[in-house]
């Protein structure tokens, strides 16, 4: 299984300060050294993390393929820059991060897809695991789709972690029966990717995957790739992002 790795915390790191340190062209060449299959970046509309010249220079310097996160709006920029791959997910301005699957029946994605197509770009849709989304992402044509399993990893956070007794515990899964809710979401992955593969479509999977839960996606045989960001970056301050990433792989290779 096929390991991309979101850098875009880096840059975070690096506009807290408004200087180039971390310098982001630095942690794709390590993450590239320690094993990462693919750099992915998430080109934002408010440009928080990752920006133009960052995207650009990725694209051009890259040995490893570049998987560029995109919302339908800067289609045209995506044009121009002609990444291996463009993921297209849902935006909103004041999200922490993405918070769910595409909406499918949206009127911009078919003519953002046909351009990205027409240029050679690899199109994969951000969806959410259920059987509806998967047929519509297959009748747009496209040969990929990433699963979100955000909703599983916060069920896991939620019932196996501390997080449920601090200030960040998730208020709406709260009152639930958490451990119920984890193994309908980890079905609902399974399943997921086993009709999505028969269809013929490349099923990747990420968000909020860590190095607690990563095993249980990993397993999953669809699936062909995660994309992973936050736990990795996290994991870096302590231990450095070479071994960050070799520490994940090592479990993605052993589930
Ligand atoms: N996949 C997609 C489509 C995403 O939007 C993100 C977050 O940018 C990730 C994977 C990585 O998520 P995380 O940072 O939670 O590992």
């Not at 699963?147 to 599983?152: A, D, E, P, V």
């Amino acid at each position: 299984m096929k390991l991309g790795v979101n850098i875009d915390h880096i840059a975070i790191l690096r506009e807290a300060r408004k200087v180039n340190d971390p310098d982001i062209l630095n942690a794709m060449y390590v993450a590239t050294l320690a094993g990462a299959d693919q750099i992915t970046i998430h080109l934002r509309e408010d440009r928080r993390h990752i920006d133009d010249i960052d995207a650009k220079n990725i694209i051009r310097l890259s040995s490893i393929a570049v998987n560029l996160e995109c919302a339908t709006a800067i289609t045209d920029i995506v044009l121009e820059l002609g990444p291996n791959r463009a993921t297209i997910v849902p935006e909103k301005r004041q999200e922490l991060t993405t918070e769910g699957g595409l909406n499918l029946s949206s009127a911009e994605l078919p003519s953002s897809i046909k351009a990205m197509l027409e240029a050679n770009i690899e199109v994969s849709l951000f969806i959410d695991p259920n059987l509806d989304d998967i047929k519509a992402a297959k009748e747009l044509g496209v040969s990929t789709i990433e699963l979100h399993t955000g909703n599983f990893a916060n069920a896991y956070l939620m019932a196996f972690s501390n997080l449920s007794k601090t200030k960040f515990s998730i208020k709406s899964l709260e009152k639930q029966n958490i451990k119920e809710i984890f193994e309908i979401e980890l079905n609902r992955l399974k399943s997921a990717a086993k009709f999505a593969k028969n269809l013929g479509l490349n099923v990747a999977a990420g968000h909020g995957l860590n190095y607690q839960n990563v095993g249980y996606i990993a397993k999953i045989p669809e699936i062909f790739e995660l994309n992973i960001g936050q736990s990795i970056v996290a994991r870096s301050v302590f231990t450095g992002l070479n071994q960050a990433i070799k520490d994940m792989k090592r479990l993605i290779n052993e589930a």
